[in-house]
């Protein structure tokens, strides 16, 4: 009898376990988008050696690239449990670039893309803590107020700061983004798919 309980205690534990394995990963970790950027070099540089060089950060100062592209090129840079330090070098790019003379970059003098590169950047270096990236992203919106790609970088940063408490959440703040009508998409339908297929996963958290 006590072999039989601790079998169904056993098999209640297993069966709990993998029905949230799913969510095992999380919004900034698992939504590869830049698997439909391939067609970039530097976004296939940039997911071979996960670190920005100086030929990337000149990609996203130039305004020949969408923001789109911009965002799958970071997105490519990828992600690190132990961290990583791409938002540093690009932070040192960018007082470079403009001459600021302060230890800190004075974000208010940034454009809505440096800031948006900024923001995303430093999500993708510290995604256990999106708090970091919050400000800056949501900055860099105010200028970008009809971009797809902008809101919804915001909101997969929201989105992983409400994984710890509410998984409903995780899924409403992209839901905004991918339901508002006015939104330029200058995102990729086969990038915006990838987003969509992971985060409607938590959609059943709201019930």
């Not at 069966?15 to 999380?26: E, Q």
């Not at 790019?93 to 948006?116: A, E, H, V, W």
């Not at 995604?127 to 919804?152: D, E």
């Not at 905004?176 to 339908?189: G, H, K, M, Q």
């Amino acid at each position: 009898m006590k072999k039989i309980r601790f079998f169904l205690i056993l098999l209640t534990i297993l069966v709990l376990f993998f029905s949230s394995w799913g969510y095992a990963d999380s919004p900034v970790t698992s939504t590869p988008f830049c698997e439909t950027y391939i067609d970039i070099p530097l976004v296939q540089q940039a997911r071979r050696n996960g670190i920005l060089t100086d030929e990337m950060a000149e990609f996203l100062f130039s305004p020949a690239q969408v923001l789109g592209e911009k965002a799958a090129l970071i997105n490519a840079l990828g992600w690190d449990f132990n961290g990583k330090s791409n938002a540093k070098r690009f932070a040192g790019f960018l007082m470079t670039r403009y001459g600021f003379q302060t230890r800190k970059i004075p974000l208010d003098s940034l454009n809505g893309d440096d800031l948006f590169c900024l923001g995303y950047l430093t999500l993708m270096d510290d995604y256990f803590h999106p708090g970091k990236a919050l400000p800056i992203l949501k900055k860099a919106v105010r200028f970008k107020r009809t971009s797809f790609t902008a809101h919804i970088i915001l909101a997969i940063a929201r989105a992983q700061y409400a994984m710890d408490s509410d998984w409903c959440q995780v899924w409403k703040y992209p839901e905004d983004v991918f339901a508002n009508p006015i939104l330029t998409l200058d995102l990729r339908e086969p990038a915006r798919k990838i987003i969509y297929d992971y985060l409607v996963l938590y959609q059943e958290s709201c019930r």
